[in-house]
């Protein structure tokens, strides 16, 4: 339950920092139309990163086509694979159009998530996803970009666990944030919802 409440209140605070920037560009664009960033411009941006199989990734990797980032970590109890499946799910209704978009896993944990523990990980999931790392820059910077919340939270014994942002991210083929993708239907509606951005 504590977890649950934490990510809530994850989940209310990137909703309320979202809904801030909407608001700072209603405002600024009520007084300069034709001279602002629109909101999705705030979210996401360029990348460096390292897939799990060693390949540097960027986001002009992703350039013409929709896709999908959630960050989190593979030691994540819960959230992390849950929302991997929905999305394996999904991309398994996709079928072979599953090439057309992208699914990025990135981890906020790069000290334990190096890119062969992400190759692992993944081996369960659908083999279209692309899990990034880097090093904790790198990590550091697009985080911000996509304004996640992560937290390393000590659970004993030098262990630890992972406070972080539970959204996935849907990009347009230009690489600008659309919305939320809400994963909580069914694999065929969020497929056809994705197929939208194609
Ligand atoms: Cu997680």
Redesign the pocket.
């Known amino acids: 339950m504590v977890v649950r409440a934490r990510l809530v209140l994850i989940v209310a605070a990137f909703v309320a920092g979202l809904l801030s920037v909407f608001a700072v560009v209603v405002i600024v664009s009520g007084r300069e139309p034709g001279a602002v960033a629109t909101p999705a411009a705030a979210i996401g941006g360029p990348f460096r990163l390292i897939d799990q199989n060693g390949r540097t990734v960027t986001e002009d990797d992703f350039k013409g086509r929709p896709f999908l980032v959630f960050f989190?970590?593979t030691h994540?109890?819960?959230?992390?694979?849950t929302?991997l499946f929905d999305i394996s799910e999904m991309l398994g209704k996709l079928g072979p159009d599953a090439e057309r978009v992208g699914a990025l896993f990135i981890t906020v944990d790069p000290e334990r998530d190096t890119p062969e523990q992400l190759k692992d990980y993944l081996s369960s999931f659908n083999p279209r996803l692309t899990g990034l790392t880097g090093d904790p820059a790198a990590i550091e910077a697009v985080a911000r970009e996509y304004r996640v919340y992560a937290k390393k939270v000590p659970t004993g014994n030098g262990e630890y666990a992972?406070d972080?942002t539970?959204l996935t991210y849907l990009m347009n083929k230009d690489g600008r944030f659309v919305a939320p993708f809400n994963l909580k239907r069914t694999p065929e509606d969020a497929a056809a919802d994705l197929r939208r951005y194609f």
Do not use: I, K
């Open positions: 989190g970590y994540c109890p819960d959230v992390c694979p929302t992972m972080h539970a």
